[in-house]
């Protein structure tokens, strides 16, 4: 007897064939057939109208903390979701002495936004060092898939200390890396993460900034004996440095037969040659036999911050940026000295920082009694006779800092160039970021917008082809074995979904992070059912609690 089937519905298996009519079956966790099904079953789901399809793989995520009070990654398994990949951009929660751990919660705090009760022990208990003990404390609440990256920040931290973020590696220090490496692919890493853009609490390069190319190559090594992925964050915002990465990844990827991938590729108005450029030196290294496949996002940026919590949103502005890096209360205080302000004000720009903050939407106001939700910033400006910088300011002075602005659409502007884009062989659909940057911009719902916008309104891509792109396509870049396909012995990873309604609802505000972090989250629509290695995880009466998930590589 089957566990369960789901029948009539429209299969879209995941090998980009097209789409036929039938019904899957689910036994002990894998698919037990996949056609015209006939047998008795536990339960039965009717999906008539409704696509069948493997579960969806999300490979840049950075649910490393969240995973240990949230099994179910929300909003990730609600979106069909039933694969994440944490550990990304260099950091992992482990390996990790107990001596650092504040040194790499300043990191996570940096690059999450994380509040600091998040990871000082408030949360969870912190109960590991080595990368197994962080894999067994997550295990018994998961309720989808992890297939985990460690971080070569980490792992230089384990090994050097304080010198991983003063200095090149000894070859003895490598060959310590290297052990350590091998150690946590063996637990159970799916790879390595690197980064060359990130920082910390301090605003110092984080630890994999300070290696040489010979000690990524000593690591690189490691992962070809265990055929493992390296992903890196190059420094996607130059465009003639990010091409420099793609051939020092090619060259790694040649030398130690490995998968290599970078993200994030961003199309941007700001810089229209950048895509065209970097995918012009994919393709050469492809034809040269290198695999170094670049993440693109199918949606774009919606920022939202507020001065009562930290933010990414002023890294290109130093003055205010140094201002936000400030404990809350020294926030509070410098908007209440003249002087502190007058000079935030200066550094705005000379129009008062209209041109860069104008078109923010506010987005919540405590009270309201002003009704100016939903306006812009420079409206509201304007009727306050103030520069926008100063309406901010006075605003989040009236409101004790909570009032939240939104910066929506940021990069990726133009549909018609990111449909190709994302249509491309070689552009590995990625780079969600779910889990990251949980009080500012966490909205998920990028494969809900995949559809919804590049599948029906643009027609940029089939559903089949879609579907195989995060899916079969994911799963074999990144090597995990038996998922990504409706195929008889596969896992049973399977979402069911409104092919017509499939999307990303609007944006509300959750606070259910440990320490009172408030963050944005996009429910699903359209998403029917989700089963995770063969137990109903999500549905639409919500999420199940299954704990069915598993570490996967």
Not at 257 to 264: E, G, K, Y
Not at 347 to 371: C, H, K, Q, T, Y
Not at 503 to 509: F, L
Request: hydrophobic share 40%; charged share 20%; glycine share 10%.
């Amino acid at each position: 007897m089957y566990d369960y089937v789901i029948r009539n519905g429209f299969i879209v298996d995941g090998s980009g064939l097209p789409a036929f009519k039938g019904d899957v079956a689910i036994a002990n966790g894998r698919i037990a057939a996949v056609g015209g099904v006939k047998g008795p079953a536990r339960q039965t789901l009717d999906a008539t109208g409704r696509v069948v399809a493997p579960g969806f793989i999300d490979p840049h995520t950075h649910f490393d903390a969240q995973l240990l009070w949230d099994g179910e990654a929300r909003p990730a398994l609600a979106h069909g979701v039933t694969t994440v990949v944490p550990g990304n951009c260099s950091l992992s929660l482990a390996p990790l002495k107990a001596v650092h751990r504040e040194a790499l919660s300043g990191m996570f705090r940096q690059i999450e936004e994380l509040p600091k009760e998040s990871l000082d022990g408030s949360a969870f208990t912190w109960t590991w060092e080595h990368f197994d003990g962080y894999l067994d404390a997550i295990r018994e609440r998961l309720s989808l898939n992890v297939a985990p990256l460690v971080g070569h920040s980490v792992i230089r931290l384990w090994v050097m200390g304080e010198a991983a973020q003063q200095r090149a590696s000894t070859p003895d220090e490598q060959r310590a890396m290297q052990a350590l490496l091998r150690q946590c692919l063996e637990a159970g890493a799916v790879g390595l993460s690197s980064s060359y853009v990130d920082v910390d609490a301090n605003l110092h390069p984080v630890p994999s900034r300070f290696a040489h190319s010979d000690e990524l190559d000593a690591l690189a090594a490691v992962l070809g004996e265990y055929g493992r992925v390296l992903q890196v964050v190059p420094e996607f915002y130059n465009t003639d440095i990010t091409i420099a990465r793609v051939d020092q990844l090619a060259e790694l990827s040649l030398r130690h037969n490995i998968t290599t991938t970078f993200s994030p590729l961003f199309d941007s108005a700001n810089t229209p040659q950048n895509v065209p450029r970097v995918m012009a030196r994919v393709r050469e290294q492809f034809a040269r036999g290198a695999r170094v496949w670049p993440q693109v996002q199918t949606r774009p940026i919606d920022i939202s911050f507020c001065f009562d919590m930290p933010s990414l949103f002023f890294a290109g502005n130093p003055s205010w940026f140094n201002f936000m890096r400030m404990p809350r209360d020294a926030r509070a205080a410098a908007l209440e000295d003249p002087a502190q302000r007058a000079r935030l004000i200066a550094a705005a720009g000379a129009d008062g920082g209209s041109a860069w903050l104008g078109g923010l939407v506010i987005r919540l106001v405590p009270g309201d009694n002003e009704g100016i939700e939903g306006r812009t910033l420079g409206e509201v400006a304007a009727t306050r006779g103030h520069g926008c910088a100063e309406a901010m300011i006075e605003l989040s002075r009236e409101h004790d800092l909570k009032v939240h602005f939104l910066a929506a659409n940021r990069g990726h502007e133009n549909a018609e160039r990111i449909g190709p884009l994302l249509a491309d062989p070689l552009v590995h659909i990625g780079a969600s970021d779910g889990g990251a940057h949980i009080c500012s911009f966490s909205t998920y719902g990028d494969t809900g917008y995949l559809f919804s916008k590049f599948v029906r309104e643009t027609h940029a891509l089939t559903l089949e082809q879609a579907v195989k792109k995060i899916t079969l396509d994911t799963a074999t870049i990144w090597g995990l074995r038996d998922r990504g396909l409706l195929h008889a012995g596969y896992a049973a990873d399977v979402v069911v979904f409104d092919p017509e309604t499939i999307d990303r609802g609007p944006e509300r505000p959750v606070h259910d992070v440990p320490g009172g972090g408030m963050r944005y989250v996009r429910d699903s629509v359209g998403v029917d059912a989700v089963f995770v290695n063969g137990a109903l995880a999500y549905d639409r009466d919500g999420y199940k609690s299954a704990h069915s998930g598993a570490v996967v590589v």
